[in-house]
């Protein structure tokens, strides 16, 4: 029988109610003949797995991504670093993580490789964003147009890339917020390939639309979106959640392309072992 690859799920939600856990957990039950995945509650539980794991992926979640209680965020520095440093010796066999968010952005404020600081106001809805030179190039982006649509929802934001740290890192900017020419504000960094191995994006790549559109159906949360953002910042997003080529392709391509090819990379090392 195939030994199955070890997956990690690092919930950083906190307990708060969301949508994130149950889209990475159907996307990742794509590839159950393929992982065995576990689910660490880091917050929360301060649950952080150990490096024994094949391929992480780290959600997103509320508040300040430069905060934690000083336990379950050293823990997690702590394993980032650990991570990193298996996937710099040669011999060894690459670890897969992917950031989504909250955790893409501890990511960036713990590599050092830019500013995280709170937005003006929420970031809230579907917004297009558009590939640098590098996206343009990226395999997890090939199949999407540019720009391509996301789901965005979050307080904070990552800008002003510290270009030094990222050669030295060998990172790449993949992805820029929305053209916003009547604000005078620097665009958000949206994806950033930290190696090889390490991929993360500032927004929801794991939404998927036929959920997002039950959640924000519901009257509650209508009424809550409209009072907060407006009617047409909620008949915009659910337009772009009914479009097949918008949040579904984005959801289709993704998270499962990094999947693909961290599977079939290391079970090219498992076979040659």
Known sequence: MENK?????????????????????????????KVDWQIFDVRAKHEVPDTSFDIYICSGGPGD???????????????????????AKEAAPSKYVFFI????????????????????SRSFGTFPTHKTKAGEMEPLFGKLPDPFYVADFRDYQVVQP???????????VLVLEKIRPHIPLERAIMA??????????????????EGMLIHFSQEDKKTA?????????YDQMMADLND???????????IPTFLDHAIKALSKIVQHA
């Open 65 to 87: 991504p430069r905060e934690g209680d000083g336990i379950w965020d050293q823990r997690f520095f702590q394993l980032l670093d650990e991570l990193w440093a298996i996937n």
């Open 225 to 233: 979106i409209i009072e907060q953002h407006g009617q047409e910042k």
């Open 192 to 209: 950033i390939r930290f190696s090889e191995a390490f991929f993360g994006t500032q927004f929801h790549p794991e939404a998927d639309p």
């Open 101 to 120: 968010c909250h955790s893409f952005q501890m990511a960036c404020y713990h590599f050092d490789l830019a500013l995280v600081t709170e937005r003006r």
């Open 5 to 33: 690859l070890q997956l990690a799920i690092l919930d950083m939600y906190d307990n708060t109610p969301n949508q994130g856990m149950r889209a990475i957990q159907s996307i990742v039950k794509m590839f159950d003949h």
């Open 162 to 172: 510290k270009l030094d740290a990222f050669e030295e890192m060998g990172a790449e």
């Open 244 to 254: 097949p080529f918008k949040i579904e392709l984005t959801h289709q391509q993704i």
